[in-house]
């Protein structure tokens, strides 16, 4: 018997416009499901950060994307990539980009992540899923 897989969670800024576009592109690019979501703002979020050791900032703006894989939370472009790296073809060629420096890679994740709000614009509230992508989401 093979033991399934745990999913990869993604844990999102829920009021940013380019952040919840870019889970409703990644739900419609994952036909198996393995993507689970939460916005940054909720317990939920809290809790999938502590199950793995990783502490999300208690105020501010988020100002990052976080995923969980494999029982490690990754951040900036490090979780971008991962991200591509478990989609279908061709999105895990993104994984080129991991030949550039981390610090270059961020440098540019943190330059679009200061912008987002004044590009995308910003929800006055969290993205609510469909009640058919309910049970994508963390409580």
Request: glycine share 6%.
């Given at each position: 018997?093979t033991?399934?897989?745990q999913?990869?969670?993604?844990?999102?800024?829920?009021?940013?416009?380019?952040?919840?576009?870019?889970?409703?592109?990644?739900?419609a690019?994952?036909?198996?499901?393995?993507?689970?979501?939460?916005?940054?703002?909720?317990?939920?979020?809290?809790?999938?950060?502590?199950?793995?050791?990783?502490?999300?900032?208690?105020?501010?703006?988020?100002?990052?994307?976080?995923?969980?894989?494999?029982?490690?939370?990754?951040?900036?472009?490090?979780?971008?990539?991962?991200?591509?790296?478990?989609?279908?073809?061709?999105?895990?060629?993104?994984?080129?980009?991991?030949?550039?420096p981390?610090?270059?890679?961020?440098?540019?994740?943190?330059f679009v992540?200061?912008?987002?709000?004044?590009?995308?614009?910003r929800s006055?509230?969290?993205?609510?899923?469909t009640?058919?992508?309910?049970?994508?989401?963390l409580?």
């Open positions: 018997m033991i399934p897989e999913p990869t969670i993604i844990l999102f800024d829920g009021v940013c416009n380019l952040c919840s576009g870019v889970v409703k592109f990644l739900i690019r994952d036909p198996h499901a393995q993507f689970r979501f939460a916005a940054l703002q909720s317990e939920a979020a809290h809790k999938a950060c502590a199950a793995v050791g990783h502490e999300l900032l208690a105020s501010g703006t988020p100002s990052t994307i976080v995923v969980i894989d494999q029982g490690r939370a990754l951040e900036r472009s490090d979780a971008a990539l991962a991200m591509a790296r478990r989609m279908p073809f061709p999105w895990p060629m993104f994984g080129v980009f991991r030949v550039l981390r610090g270059l890679r961020d440098a540019l994740y943190r992540a200061r912008r987002r709000y004044r590009w995308f614009g006055e509230t969290c993205m609510v899923p009640p058919d992508l309910r049970a994508r989401f409580d």
